[in-house]
């Protein structure tokens, strides 16, 4: 069976531990100027954000930077208010947090953003 993802264009999207940005380059490829997509990372291990915007256009051919934007914020603590996003996405990312509690916070974190008929991708 396949399960199609339906992106309405004006989604408000989190990406937890973006990284070098391929999920956010996905999902704001997806969006139209109403939406946009958040991606944040602690950026510890040489990715730098700036340099991936940059790549985020370079690689779409679009101008991305107009419906996305990066910080450095930790998953397990997010500086967001709850009930915003219409999707948190989590590609990779969740699995490497320490110890086990963490995990537990980043996924309360996700679902404490996320709107009520929001919809958690990791
Ligand atoms: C394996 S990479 C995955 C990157 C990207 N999501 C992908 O699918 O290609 C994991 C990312 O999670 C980030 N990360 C790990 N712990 C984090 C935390 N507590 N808060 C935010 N980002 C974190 C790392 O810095 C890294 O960029």
């Not at 930077?65 to 998953?75: F, G, P, W």
């Amino acid at each position: 069976m396949d399960i199609v993802l339906v992106i309405p264009e004006d989604s408000i999207i989190l990406d937890l531990g973006t990284g070098h940005g391929l999920v956010l380059i996905k999902f704001a490829s997806k969006i139209s100027s109403e939406g946009h997509v958040t991606g944040i990372d602690l950026w510890k291990i040489g990715i730098n954000p700036i340099i991936v915007l940059k790549h985020t256009t370079a690689f779409t051919g679009k101008n991305l930077e107009n419906r996305s934007d990066l910080k450095t914020a930790d998953m397990i603590e997010l500086p967001f208010e709850n009930k915003k996003y219409d999707f948190v996405t989590a590609s990779m990312a969740i699995h490497n947090i320490k110890p086990k509690q963490n995990r537990y916070k980043a996924l309360d974190e996700a679902t404490r953003v996320l709107k009520t008929e929001g919809l958690l991708i990791y």
